[in-house]
């Protein structure tokens, strides 16, 4: 069993998702610096940015990558199915006592396949940065509105100055690449490794998300 393929999609363009929604450009509508980088989904534009060495390698064993993918999972997959109606008192008890971390361990090694230490290191301090923080935070609010949550009181749009380090960083070669691989479809794909652990909890807890009745 698959899940549904808009999840899928959501899911895989999570860091594209957040980056259109503060850009001008969305993720295939990008500028044309990049080799023609816009000729689909896969691709946002680049310039040249240098890693650096300022997080320490065992911050690598908590990646803010798959933190940032996990929490996407969570909001934009498990709670709807929860709150949705659909599933009776024994799927959702068991849907919600699952593991928050779950797929964490596959994405942590997805992610290692894929990224140099250096670029881990870069990844990470980016995202833990005040303007990497507040682009997770801003972007997880609008998933959230997109999920029809009402937002009471909504984050302030980012300044021009972090407007530029976010475009700086998604237009670096770095960032075209941790796009281009969060973006990408089928075998090897990120998306393909979370299907595993997800499809296994939903297995797990008896939910059929092909059906249209409570099982």
Do not use: H
Not at 67 to 81: E, G, H, K, W, Y
């Amino acid at each position: 069993m698959l899940f549904f393929k808009n999840t899928i999609a959501k899911t895989s363009l999570l860091s594209c998702t957040l980056a259109a929604l503060l850009l001008t450009a969305g993720c295939d509508n990008t500028s044309k610096s990049a080799d023609d980088a816009t000729k689909d989904t896969s691709d946002v534009t680049a310039t040249d940015t240098k890693a650096t060495p300022a997080a320490s390698a065992a911050s690598q064993d908590d990646l803010v990558m798959t933190t940032i993918t996990l929490d996407t999972v969570n909001s934009l997959l498990f709670t709807p199915i929860i709150s949705s109606g659909a599933l009776n008192t024994e799927q959702v008890s068991c849907l919600e006592a699952r593991d928050k971390n779950l797929g964490k361990a596959e994405m942590d090694a997805f992610y290692k396949s894929q990224f140099t230490a250096a670029e881990l290191n870069e990844l990470n301090e980016f995202y833990s940065s005040d303007v990497g923080k507040k682009l997770i935070a801003f972007g997880n609010e609008q998933l959230r509105a997109m999920n029809g949550e009402e937002i009471a009181t909504p984050m302030a749009d980012p300044t021009p100055e972090e407007m530029t380090k976010i475009q700086t960083f998604m237009e670096s070669p770095l960032g075209v690449k941790y796009m281009k691989i969060n973006n990408a479809e089928g075998e090897g794909s990120a998306m393909e490794v979370l299907n595993v652990p997800i499809n296994a909890e939903f297995e797990r807890c008896n939910v059929d998300l092909d059906a249209s009745e409570p099982m």
